[in-house]
T-cell receptor
């Protein structure tokens, strides 16, 4: 299947700082990428859909000024958690669909575990 | 509203067979997915069903009945490494993925 790379895998930061997470599609071009958040023992929660060359579409309740998404190229989307606070600590996962297939399968990056002190 | 139901937790024995059920009520249907997620890791794709019937892939099989809003994931010859959460997800009419809460599968020796 398609490969999605996510970096960093883990980050620890101080409260008030910003953290950038990168998501890359390695062997395909992704016009659409997805950003999820997952708390322990809970299911995935879609935060936003990242569209190449246009603004991201945020889910209800997700602050767009808090979670900045940039999809500048067909292989890269970034999520920046601005002015992070301890309650932002979570597991953030990106995914992408390979438009070269008709199967609508989302392939996931390895995830980023964010800990805000 | 949209809803996906799957059992919270199941236990099975190494070498045995286990079936994880998923029922769904969504606005439209464009396919059903099963993903495996080990603790602390991201989900990995297992199967995709868009037509009724059984799809077999090695030790794993997935079944779909659209008229019943029902799917199951069948795992044969269970191995300890199969201990994980199994997530059922449905692609709705807007091509949005609706996720179930996941079934934690515990394999005992």
């Amino acid at each position: 299947g398609a490969v999605v790379s996510q970096h960093p895998s883990r980050v620890i930061c101080k409260s008030g700082t910003s953290v950038k997470i990168e998501c890359r599609s390695l062997d395909f071009q992704a016009t659409t990428m997805f950003w999820y958040r997952q708390f322990p023992k809970q299911s995935l929660m879609l935060m936003a859909t990242s569209n190449e060359g246009s603004k991201a579409t945020y889910e209800q309740g997700v602050e767009k000024d808090k979670f900045l998404i940039n999809h500048a190229s067909l292989t890269l989307s970034t999520l920046t958690v601005t002015s992070a606070h301890p309650e932002d600590s979570s597991f953030y996962i990106c995914s992408a669909r390979d438009p070269g297939t008709d199967r609508n399968i989302q392939y996931f990056g390895a995830g980023t575990r964010l800990s805000v002190l | 509203g949209q809803n996906i139901d799957q059992p919270t937790e199941m236990t099975a024995t190494e070498g045995a067979i286990v079936q994880i059920n998923c029922t769904y009520q969504t606005s439209g249907f464009n396919g059903l997915f099963w993903y495996q997620q080990h603790a602390g890791e991201a989900p990995t794709f297992l199967s995709y069903n868009v037509l009724d019937g059984l799809e077999e892939k090695g030790r794993f099989s997935s079944f779909l009945s659209r008229s019943k809003g029902y799917s199951y994931l069948l795992l044969k010859e269970l191995q300890m490494k199969d201990s994980a959460s199994y997530l059922c997800a449905v692609l709705d009419s807007n091509y949005q993925l609706i996720w179930g809460a996941g079934t934690k599968l515990i394999i005992k020796p």
